[in-house]
């Protein structure tokens, strides 16, 4: 016997852990009132900021997924498990790398790498999992909401983009530079072209 599954309930575990992921990242930060431990706190009120406002664009995504479909599965639930458990630990190398370009950690070359490969990884399984699940809408949906298929295919650039920083990271590519953070510049430019490409082939209007 197969029971219907509820959107509310997953929507409402997903908020809790994004909520709880929040409260990870303000943790220690002002615990001391005095002005002088508030300018030395400043970097990580500002990567805190940065932080917390990435953290809300992912939720934004997320949102917008079940307002797009309201078909969920076994499959779709597990995706969404992965995703929220990346989404905690995404935050650290976000913040590392914050308090780094701050100037306020000094480390290796060999651990800037590490940290933006373990960036990179958490950016590209989030949006595998946004993949996959949009994915699996679309093809339960029989193919008929041909904008589930267009977001499958444009998170899709997001995961291909996240492997080529990684390469870059790994292998230490312009790493002096920022290079493996640079590279997402160019989303904006893939996505655009797929959104030209997909809604020209499918006659559709923007």
């Keep these: 016997m197969k029971f219907l599954h509820s959107k509310n309930r997953l929507e409402a575990v997903s908020d809790g852990v994004f909520a709880f992921a ?29 932080s917390f406002f990435v953290m809300m664009a992912i939720w934004k995504v997320h949102y917008n997924f079940f307002r797009r479909t309201n078909y969920i599965d076994n499959w779709i639930i597990a995706l969404n498990m992965i995703l929220l458990f990346t989404v905690l630990f995404y935050i650290f190398p976000v913040r590392s790398l914050l308090i780094t370009g701050f100037g306020e950690e000094r480390i290796s070359v060999d651990e800037f790498s590490n940290i933006f490969q373990l960036y990179s990884i958490g950016f590209s399984l989030m949006f595998v999992c946004f993949h996959l699940m949009y994915l699996r809408a679309f093809k339960k949906e029989k193919g008929k909401n041909l904008k589930l298929l267009f977001y499958a295919r444009h998170f899709f650039i997001f995961v291909i983009v996240g492997v ?17 953070g640079f590279v997402y510049a160019i989303l904006g430019i893939l996505c655009y072209l797929h959104s030209v490409r997909f809604h020209k082939k499918n006659n559709l209007k923007y």
């Design 164 to 180: 080529i920083s990684f390469l870059l990271a790994k292998f230490q590519v312009g790493l002096k530079f920022g290079l493996p």
């Design 22 to 50: 929040a409260t990870l990242m303000v943790v220690n930060i002002g615990s001391s009132a005095t002005f002088t431990s508030f300018k030395d706190e400043l970097p990580n009120f500002i990567s805190f900021a940065v």
